[in-house]
């Protein structure tokens, strides 16, 4: 059985390349994004760029299929994060003919008012083991929000797989919190993102160092260069 950190380096190259294909991650130190937020960043994200091309959306249902073999993870459902994750959290239960559902942000403020789809009429997991699928693993916020959403539905949920992570503290920080506490393991980090970027002449060794700084301290890195926060 390989390791997972074979797995996650020989898919996460190729997807590295893949989202600087596609744009699905865009680097820009020097001339920062301004997110929603209205800080300044050198990296925008955007996975659901992948959907684009078949061989992506494959190559993610193999790394997550080959990342469950190597934690040796026992798993009766998918779940997918509305609405990015929904469709690698589809592939691959369709890989493991495994049931799916997927896990809105909020509850639904009409009809059922329903934040999980795809359970039965009562509503509840039944206690199955099941594995959640998200895109992107920023803070780890909304990852966290549907675990717990998974859980207050009977689910056991301890474990999250996504495409890519910014490898920030506070989202290791979130997943430890919770009572009992979950893992998240990507196919993408975000130190070996900044290793191809660099093997690819995409950046050059300034602009890594740049974002190699931005992920110690994201949230005061745009002032500290002179973008302050924008309202």
Not at 40 to 54: H, S
Not at 67 to 79: F, N, R
Request: some cysteine; charged content about 25%.
């Amino acid at each position: 059985m390989k390791m997972l950190k074979e797995i996650t380096d020989y898919y996460g190259k190729q997807l590295a390349k893949g989202a600087f294909e596609l744009g699905a991650i865009r680097l820009s130190p020097k001339d920062p994004f301004k997110w929603v937020s209205g800080y300044r960043m050198p990296i925008y994200n955007d996975n659901r760029q992948f959907l684009a091309k078949a061989q992506y959306r494959a190559l993610i249902c193999d790394a997550f299929s080959d990342m469950i073999e190597s934690l040796s993870l026992q798993v009766d459902g998918i779940a997918g994060t509305a609405t990015a994750g929904i469709p690698h959290a589809t592939s691959l239960a369709d890989r493991l003919y495994k049931p799916l559902s997927y896990v809105r942000s909020g509850s639904k403020d009409h009809g059922l008012g329903h934040q999980i789809e795809g359970l039965g009429r009562d509503g509840s997991y039944h206690g199955a083991r099941i594995l959640l699928i998200e895109d992107l693993i920023s803070t780890g916020s909304s990852s966290v929000k549907a675990v717990e959403a998974i859980r207050r539905q009977d689910g056991l949920c301890d474990t999250c797989l996504g495409i890519f992570s910014y490898g920030l503290k506070q989202s290791e920080e979130a997943f430890t919190s919770l009572e009992p506490s979950a893992m998240y393991h990507t196919i993408l980090s975000y130190d070996l993102m900044i290793e191809v970027a660099l093997e690819t002449g995409y950046i050059s060794k300034e602009e890594g160092e740049m974002l190699r700084e931005w992920r110690e301290d994201p949230f005061n890195w745009g002032e500290a260069h002179g973008w302050p926060k924008e309202s």
